[in-house]
């Protein structure tokens, strides 16, 4: 039984929005900080962005900053990851993680995190 779980992927035409959702079991995500990661075959898993329960300010790279935002829904205990002005560039495996550390400040690198989703493909065209 998966913990965390992602959905949300597609294939959307540059310049096109899509909003990816992470959803959990067993524990509440927003007492936790959450981080979205993607990968692109044969390369390392990057962090996009990052949000603590301490800060409604999510930490960005500067690739995605100004297009990508995440916001949390804690009546249902969902995490969105709401990307915007796509780019075929943004064609990664996108994966929802979990910082095991309760009101933690969040963190943007990958072996900070304990619980992973399974990832969901994002796939935008020219």
């Known amino acids: 039984q998966e913990r965390l779980v992602e959905s949300g992927g597609g294939l959307v035409q540059s310049g096109g929005s899509l909003t990816l959702s992470c959803t959990a079991s067993g524990f509440r995500l927003d007492h936790y900080p959450v981080g979205w990661f993607r990968q692109a075959p044969g390369k390392e898993r990057e962090a996009v962005l990052c949000i603590s329960p301490l800060d409604s300010r999510a930490k960005l790279v500067d690739s995605v900053k100004g297009r990508f935002t995440t916001s949390r829904d804690k009546a249902k205990n969902i995490v969105h990851l709401q990307m915007n002005s796509l780019k075929p560039e943004d064609t990664d495996v996108y994966y929802c993680?979990?910082?095991?550390?309760?009101?933690?400040?969040?963190?943007?690198?990958?072996?900070?995190?304990?619980?992973w989703g399974q990832g969901t493909q994002v796939t935008v065209t020219s």
């Open positions: 993680a979990v910082e095991d550390r309760s009101y933690g400040l969040g963190s943007m690198r990958r072996i900070a995190y304990d619980y």
